[in-house]
């Protein structure tokens, strides 16, 4: 029989290399898959969730985008999957820095970055053999800009919501009755937009 060596210096060495060996796969242009831990970026990423991450240019980063962080030296993760929220210049040498954030976090930024230290673009989310593609127009022209600047300003209410956008990414609300969809929406809207909660009525009267 072979025993597994599984001390905690082997297994670190044996991450060490796997970490390598993404790395090289991303410098080589290639995509690589990683698996999510935590909640910071929930609903929009959660645990066990199955990312795509691409090489990307820095000429190609925009406010919004979900970039793998190396996270060497901060702690036991390879990297940090965050959202940059803000691209700035650094007063010294003029080069571009970027600051992201967990959607989830209500409160406070991430040290910003420079391109460096961004591995790669986060281009789909498998999640419950659902995929969820972060290419397509809606996502990359509109609503990743659209969280970000959101998540930045109101972090708590983005977390208060976070259930429910949640059974719209898993497409569950399609699922539901219609008195859950009116009281998930009337939650969502009367919250946000008042005069908006007062056309669904209508719209919902009407049929």
């Not at 979900?66 to 390879?78: C, F, L, M, T």
């Amino acid at each position: 029989m072979i025993q597994v060596n599984k001390s905690p210096k082997v297994v670190k060495k044996i991450e060490k290399i796997a970490k390598i060996m993404h790395m090289d796969l991303i410098r080589e242009g290639r995509e690589i898959y990683l698996k999510t831990a935590g909640s910071s970026m929930y609903p929009f990423l959660q645990g066990c969730d199955r990312l795509k991450i691409v090489p990307l240019e820095e000429k190609d980063i925009k406010i919004g985008d979900v970039v793998a962080i190396d996270n060497e030296g901060k702690s036991d993760a390879w990297f940090c999957v965050h959202r940059v929220i803000s691209i700035a210049r650094n007063r010294e040498n003029g080069k571009k820095i970027y600051i992201t954030k967990g959607d989830a976090n209500r409160e406070g930024i991430d040290e910003p970055v420079g391109f460096e230290k961004i591995i790669g673009k986060l281009i789909e989310v498998e999640r419950n053999g659902i995929k969820i593609n972060y290419e397509s127009p809606i996502w990359n022209k509109y609503l990743n800009r659209k969280i970000a600047h959101f998540s930045f300003r109101n972090g708590r209410k983005l977390r208060r919501f976070a259930p429910y956008i949640n059974i719209f990414l898993e497409k569950r609300f399609f699922n539901l009755d219609p008195i859950e969809k009116f009281f998930i929406l009337s939650e969502i809207f009367l919250n946000f937009d008042l005069k908006k909660l007062n056309i669904l009525k209508k719209y919902l009267v009407k049929n």
